[in-house]
């Protein structure tokens, strides 16, 4: 079975464009996630979304924002880049909502994207 | 508010020592516990996680960790170190009512000295 997909795993832009990354989840899974990976700060989160909601949010300005596709397929939009977003954004999924009371779902990473500000 | 402590930066051990990555935590009730590893160009690799039982959990790569709801530390352990156990460690808590949203320690290099 293949693994969470992640494209493209490298990104280089300018201050002020925007940028979209894509996330495939494993066959079946359906919840999605997305986390910031910064060497200061670690992994934070950024949003859940399970049969296309967005479930969960984390603190981040509106500018990051994201979706997904009735085939649980994710993308997650970053607009008005400032130097700060320059991250690894890594991309899991599971098989069903991570929230869901006295149930256990297990998340599996993708390689991720290296978006690079300059 | 709901957080995760990985108080080494970094952890440098000899190869065949036994190896300790710590964790603590501050979550309310009884959280899921997890540890990740993350080798350069890669994704999270899970290892092993805590969900009810044995405060001893066994994982992946002959690695092991210890539940200790007392002290709110959920330390990674390995008997022997092995060079190519190198890489990245998170710790991370899931709560078990409310967000449910993971919360990810800062991360902990091990250097495996050989």
């Known amino acids: 079975k293949a693994g969470v997909t992640q494209t493209p795993r490298y990104l280089i832009k300018t201050r002020g464009q925007q940028v979209t990354l894509s996330c495939s989840p494993i066959s079946g899974h359906r919840s999605v996630s997305w986390y910031q990976q910064t060497p200061g700060q670690g992994l934070q989160f950024l949003f859940e979304y399970f049969s296309e909601t967005q479930r969960n949010k984390g603190n981040f300005p509106g500018r990051f924002s994201g979706r997904q596709f009735s085939n649980s397929r994710s993308e997650m939009n970053v607009s008005t880049l400032e130097l700060g977003d320059s991250a690894l954004y890594l991309c899991?999924?599971?098989?069903?909502?991570?929230?869901?009371?006295?149930?256990?779902?297990?998340?599996?990473f993708g390689p991720g994207t290296r978006l690079t500000v300059l | 508010a709901q957080s995760v402590a990985q108080p080494e930066d970094q952890v440098n051990v000899a190869e065949g020592n036994p190896l300790t990555v710590k964790c603590t935590y501050s979550v309310s009730g009884n959280p899921y516990l997890f540890w990740y590893v993350q080798y350069p160009n890669r994704g999270l690799q899970f290892l092993l996680k805590?969900?009810?039982?044995?405060?001893l959990v066994k994982g992946s790569y002959g690695f092991e960790a210890e539940f200790n709801k007392s002290q709110t530390s959920f330390h990674l352990k390995k008997p022997s170190a092995l060079v190519s156990d190198s890489a990245l460690y998170f710790c991370a808590v899931r709560a078990r009512s409310g967000t449910y949203k993971y919360i990810f320690g800062t991360g902990t290099r091990l250097k495996v000295l050989a």
């Open positions: 805590y969900i009810t039982g044995d405060n």
């Open positions: 899991a999924s599971s098989l069903g909502p991570l929230g869901r009371p006295g149930v256990y779902n297990e998340q599996f």
